[in-house]
């Protein structure tokens, strides 16, 4: 059983993923620094740069269908990652699903000025892709946690906490 990561930009699964590793004792795969392995590139940008989002998209499905085939590792996926639904059937099969849910506003905040996000450079434009894509994130997530008012740790603590009901109720 895996652990999958999801939420925006900027929800803090990149870090929470770290923590819950270390707790766990689980490996942690980052689908963008998959992502970058498998392509000829050095950054997200550059892929986007390159061969735009439908080629960054590509490689993001691959990603995860070989993630799925692993056990015992926390899968933190890209904010875009939901919107294929061959992802999530991927991602079903072997994983809980956590969403990490937070604020427009916070997200703005923690993402401001990061040119390392080609999808986040323009606040407006984030906003129309955020609200698109929050029924997705409660479609698909088993557990929802809040994080507006939370640093990583607590996040990962409260986690845990499901996932020891998730495993106490099976
Ligand atoms: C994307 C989110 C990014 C990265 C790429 C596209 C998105 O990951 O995969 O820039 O579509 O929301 P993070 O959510 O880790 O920033």
Request: cysteine-free.
């Amino acid at each position: 059983m895996n652990l999958a990561l999801i939420g925006f930009m900027g929800a803090g699964k990149t870090e929470t993923a770290k923590i819950l590793g270390e707790i766990l004792d689980y490996q942690i795969k980052e689908t963008d620094e998959e992502i970058i392995k498998a392509s000829e590139f050095e950054t997200i940008k550059e892929i986007f740069n390159h061969i735009k989002e439908l080629g960054f998209r590509k490689l993001e499905t691959r990603v995860i269908e070989q993630l799925s085939d692993q056990n015992q590792i926390i899968i933190s996926t890209g904010g875009g990652a939901v919107m294929n639904q061959i992802n999530m059937l991927n991602l079903n099969k072997n994983s809980i699903i956590i969403y990490l849910k937070t604020e427009f506003e916070t997200l703005k905040k923690r993402v401001a000025q990061d040119y390392e996000r080609p999808l986040f450079q323009d606040p407006n434009k984030a906003k129309k892709l955020f609200k698109l894509r929050e029924p997705v994130y409660e479609y698909y997530a088993q557990y929802i946690i809040k994080t507006d008012d939370l640093v990583p740790k607590q996040v990962a603590e409260q986690i845990i906490k499901k996932i020891k009901a998730h495993v106490s109720d099976k």
